[in-house]
């Protein structure tokens, strides 16, 4: 266990509805990543907040965002979804200045119509 | 474009014998690589990490070995265990930050 927790675990969704994915982040930690996989793939980094503020996107467009609040949670949002947005939704978190070492939780999981 | 990625899909071992996940990266400027396992329904398990001023580091029963030269990562595992079954990932960056980039995967299945 990671003490990352994140939901909903799954959801369905149709084509140009909006979604939120929440995530509790690891006690202690202040940085909070997103990650998009596909199903057979590796995961693909979106975007890392820290104090609140994107800090380092991925290639994804702005249809794609997100927000940390100050007990360092954190949400995804996706506007105007498409079907290749269908995937798990991954959400890490770690201490800023640390090693890099990621505490992963165990995703959402969205399926879009 | 810079990629990470491994050589083999899939991978079968017998219960007890050594695995070797293998992985290659293209991004020269990388200096800090790391091996995940990800078991089914899971999110990503960190397993190893290295720098890229060591060409060796150790662990409990994992070993990650890193050649610059040929721009190659290598996950041993001794004594490999039913539970070791995943799907295993090598991810890179730069600095040590949470911009992680991982390659596709390589499912290692273990034989009783």
């Known amino acids: 266990e990671t003490g990352v927790t994140q939901s909903p675990t799954h959801l369905i969704k149709t084509r140009g509805q909006q979604v939120t994915l929440r995530c509790s982040s690891q006690s202690g930690h202040n940085t909070v990543s997103w990650y998009q996989q596909a199903l057979g793939q590796g995961p693909q980094f979106i975007f890392q907040y820290y104090r609140e503020e994107e800090n380092g996107r991925g290639n994804f467009p702005p249809r794609f965002s997100g927000l940390q609040f100050p007990n360092y949670s954190s949400e995804l949002n996706v506007n105007a979804l498409e079907l290749d947005d269908s995937a798990l939704y991954l959400c890490?978190?770690?201490?800023?200045?640390?090693?890099?070492?990621?505490?992963f939780g165990e995703g959402s999981r969205l399926t879009v119509l | 474009g810079e990629s990470v990625g491994l050589h083999l899909p899939t991978l079968s071992v017998q219960e007890g014998d050594n695995s070797i996940i293998n992985c290659a990266y293209s991004n020269s400027a990388s200096d800090y690589f790391i091996w995940y396992k990800q078991e089914s329904g899971k999110g990503p398990q960190f397993i190893i990490d290295i720098r890229s001023n060591m060409d060796k580091r150790q662990g409990q029963r994992v070993t990650v070995l890193l050649n610059k030269t040929v721009k190659h990562l290598s996950l041993q595992i001794a004594a490999t265990q039913p539970g070791d079954s995943a799907v295993y990932f090598c991810?890179?960056?730069?600095?040590?930050?949470?911009?992680?980039?991982f390659g596709k995967g390589i499912t290692l299945s273990v034989r009783p």
């Open positions: 890490a978190s770690s201490l800023a200045g640390s090693t890099g070492e990621l505490f």
């Open positions: 991810a890179e960056t730069i600095g040590a930050n949470s911009k992680l980039t």
